[in-house]
């Protein structure tokens, strides 16, 4: 099946500094992908819709400044979460729609552990 | 707006025996998509099955199979002959058509496999 790829799989970081996340699909084209937040025994929360070329979607509550999309391409996205704070300690997925299948397929990226000391 | 809604936190079945999973969900949508993603302790999310709503026949996939009832808005999860890497969280989705569409998730349930 298809992959998606999301780099690093864990970081810790101090409070203060910024950290980005890159989803990538490796073997197919995804206009848009989605980043996620997972709380413990939890589901999955939408953060925000990433368009390639344009501005991302965020969801209700969300905040886009300390949340920083970016879809500069078909297969790339990112998450900066800038001035990180302990409370921003998660876990984070990214999702691509596969562009080839009509957009019906949505693969999942094996996510991000971040903690922030 | 849609919501989906899982009524079992947790389930548990025997190796090789059958167990289904709940799953019933909130539209006035008559055209969607409903899945299946499995979320194992790895938390890699892996799509399980997927059934298009204008389709009358449940989908399938090896062990797993769906009971899709439209009418009552309900798309339960069949395993059979559970094997222990069955064992994870699985997630009930329901998406709307379009490409913009976002994927409106369960809260869960946790599948226990045992000896």
């Known amino acids: 099946g298809a992959v998606v790829s999301q780099h690093p799989s864990w970081v810790i970081c101090k409070s203060g500094t910024s950290v980005k996340i890159e989803c990538r699909s490796l073997?197919?084209?995804?206009?848009?992908m989605f980043w996620y937040r997972q709380f413990p025994k939890q589901s999955l929360m939408l953060m925000a819709t990433?368009?390639?070329?344009?501005?991302?979607?965020?969801e209700q509550g969300v905040e886009k400044d300390k949340f920083l999309i970016n879809h500069a391409s078909l297969t790339l996205s990112t998450l900066t979460v800038t001035s990180a704070h302990p409370e921003d300690s998660s876990f984070y997925i990214c999702?691509?729609?596969?562009?080839?299948?009509?957009?019906?397929?949505?693969?999942f990226g094996a996510g991000t552990r971040l903690s922030v000391l | 707006a849609q919501t989906v809604t899982q009524s079992q936190p947790e389930m548990s079945v025997q190796e090789a025996e059958t167990v289904t999973l709940s799953c019933t969900y909130d539209?006035?949508?008559?055209?969607?998509?409903l899945f299946w993603y499995k979320q194992p302790p790895s938390r890699q999310m892996i799509l399980v099955i997927r059934?298009?709503?204008?389709?009358?026949q449940n989908a399938t996939e090896n062990r797993f199979s769906v009971n899709f009832q439209k009418a009552a808005k309900s798309f339960s999860l069949k395993i059979s002959d559970s094997q222990l890497g069955d064992a994870a969280m699985y997630f009930c989705?329901?998406?709307?058509?379009?490409?913009?569409?976002?994927?409106?998730f369960g809260t869960g349930t946790r599948l226990q496999v045992t000896l």
């Open positions: 999702s691509a729609r596969h562009s080839g299948t009509g957009g019906r397929i949505q693969y």
């Open positions: 073997d197919f084209q995804a206009t848009t």
């Open positions: 990433s368009n390639e070329g344009s501005k991302a979607t965020y």
């Open positions: 539209t006035s949508e008559s055209d969607y998509y």
């Open positions: 059934q298009e709503a204008y389709k009358q």
């Open positions: 989705a329901y998406r709307s058509p379009g490409t913009a569409s976002k994927l409106t």
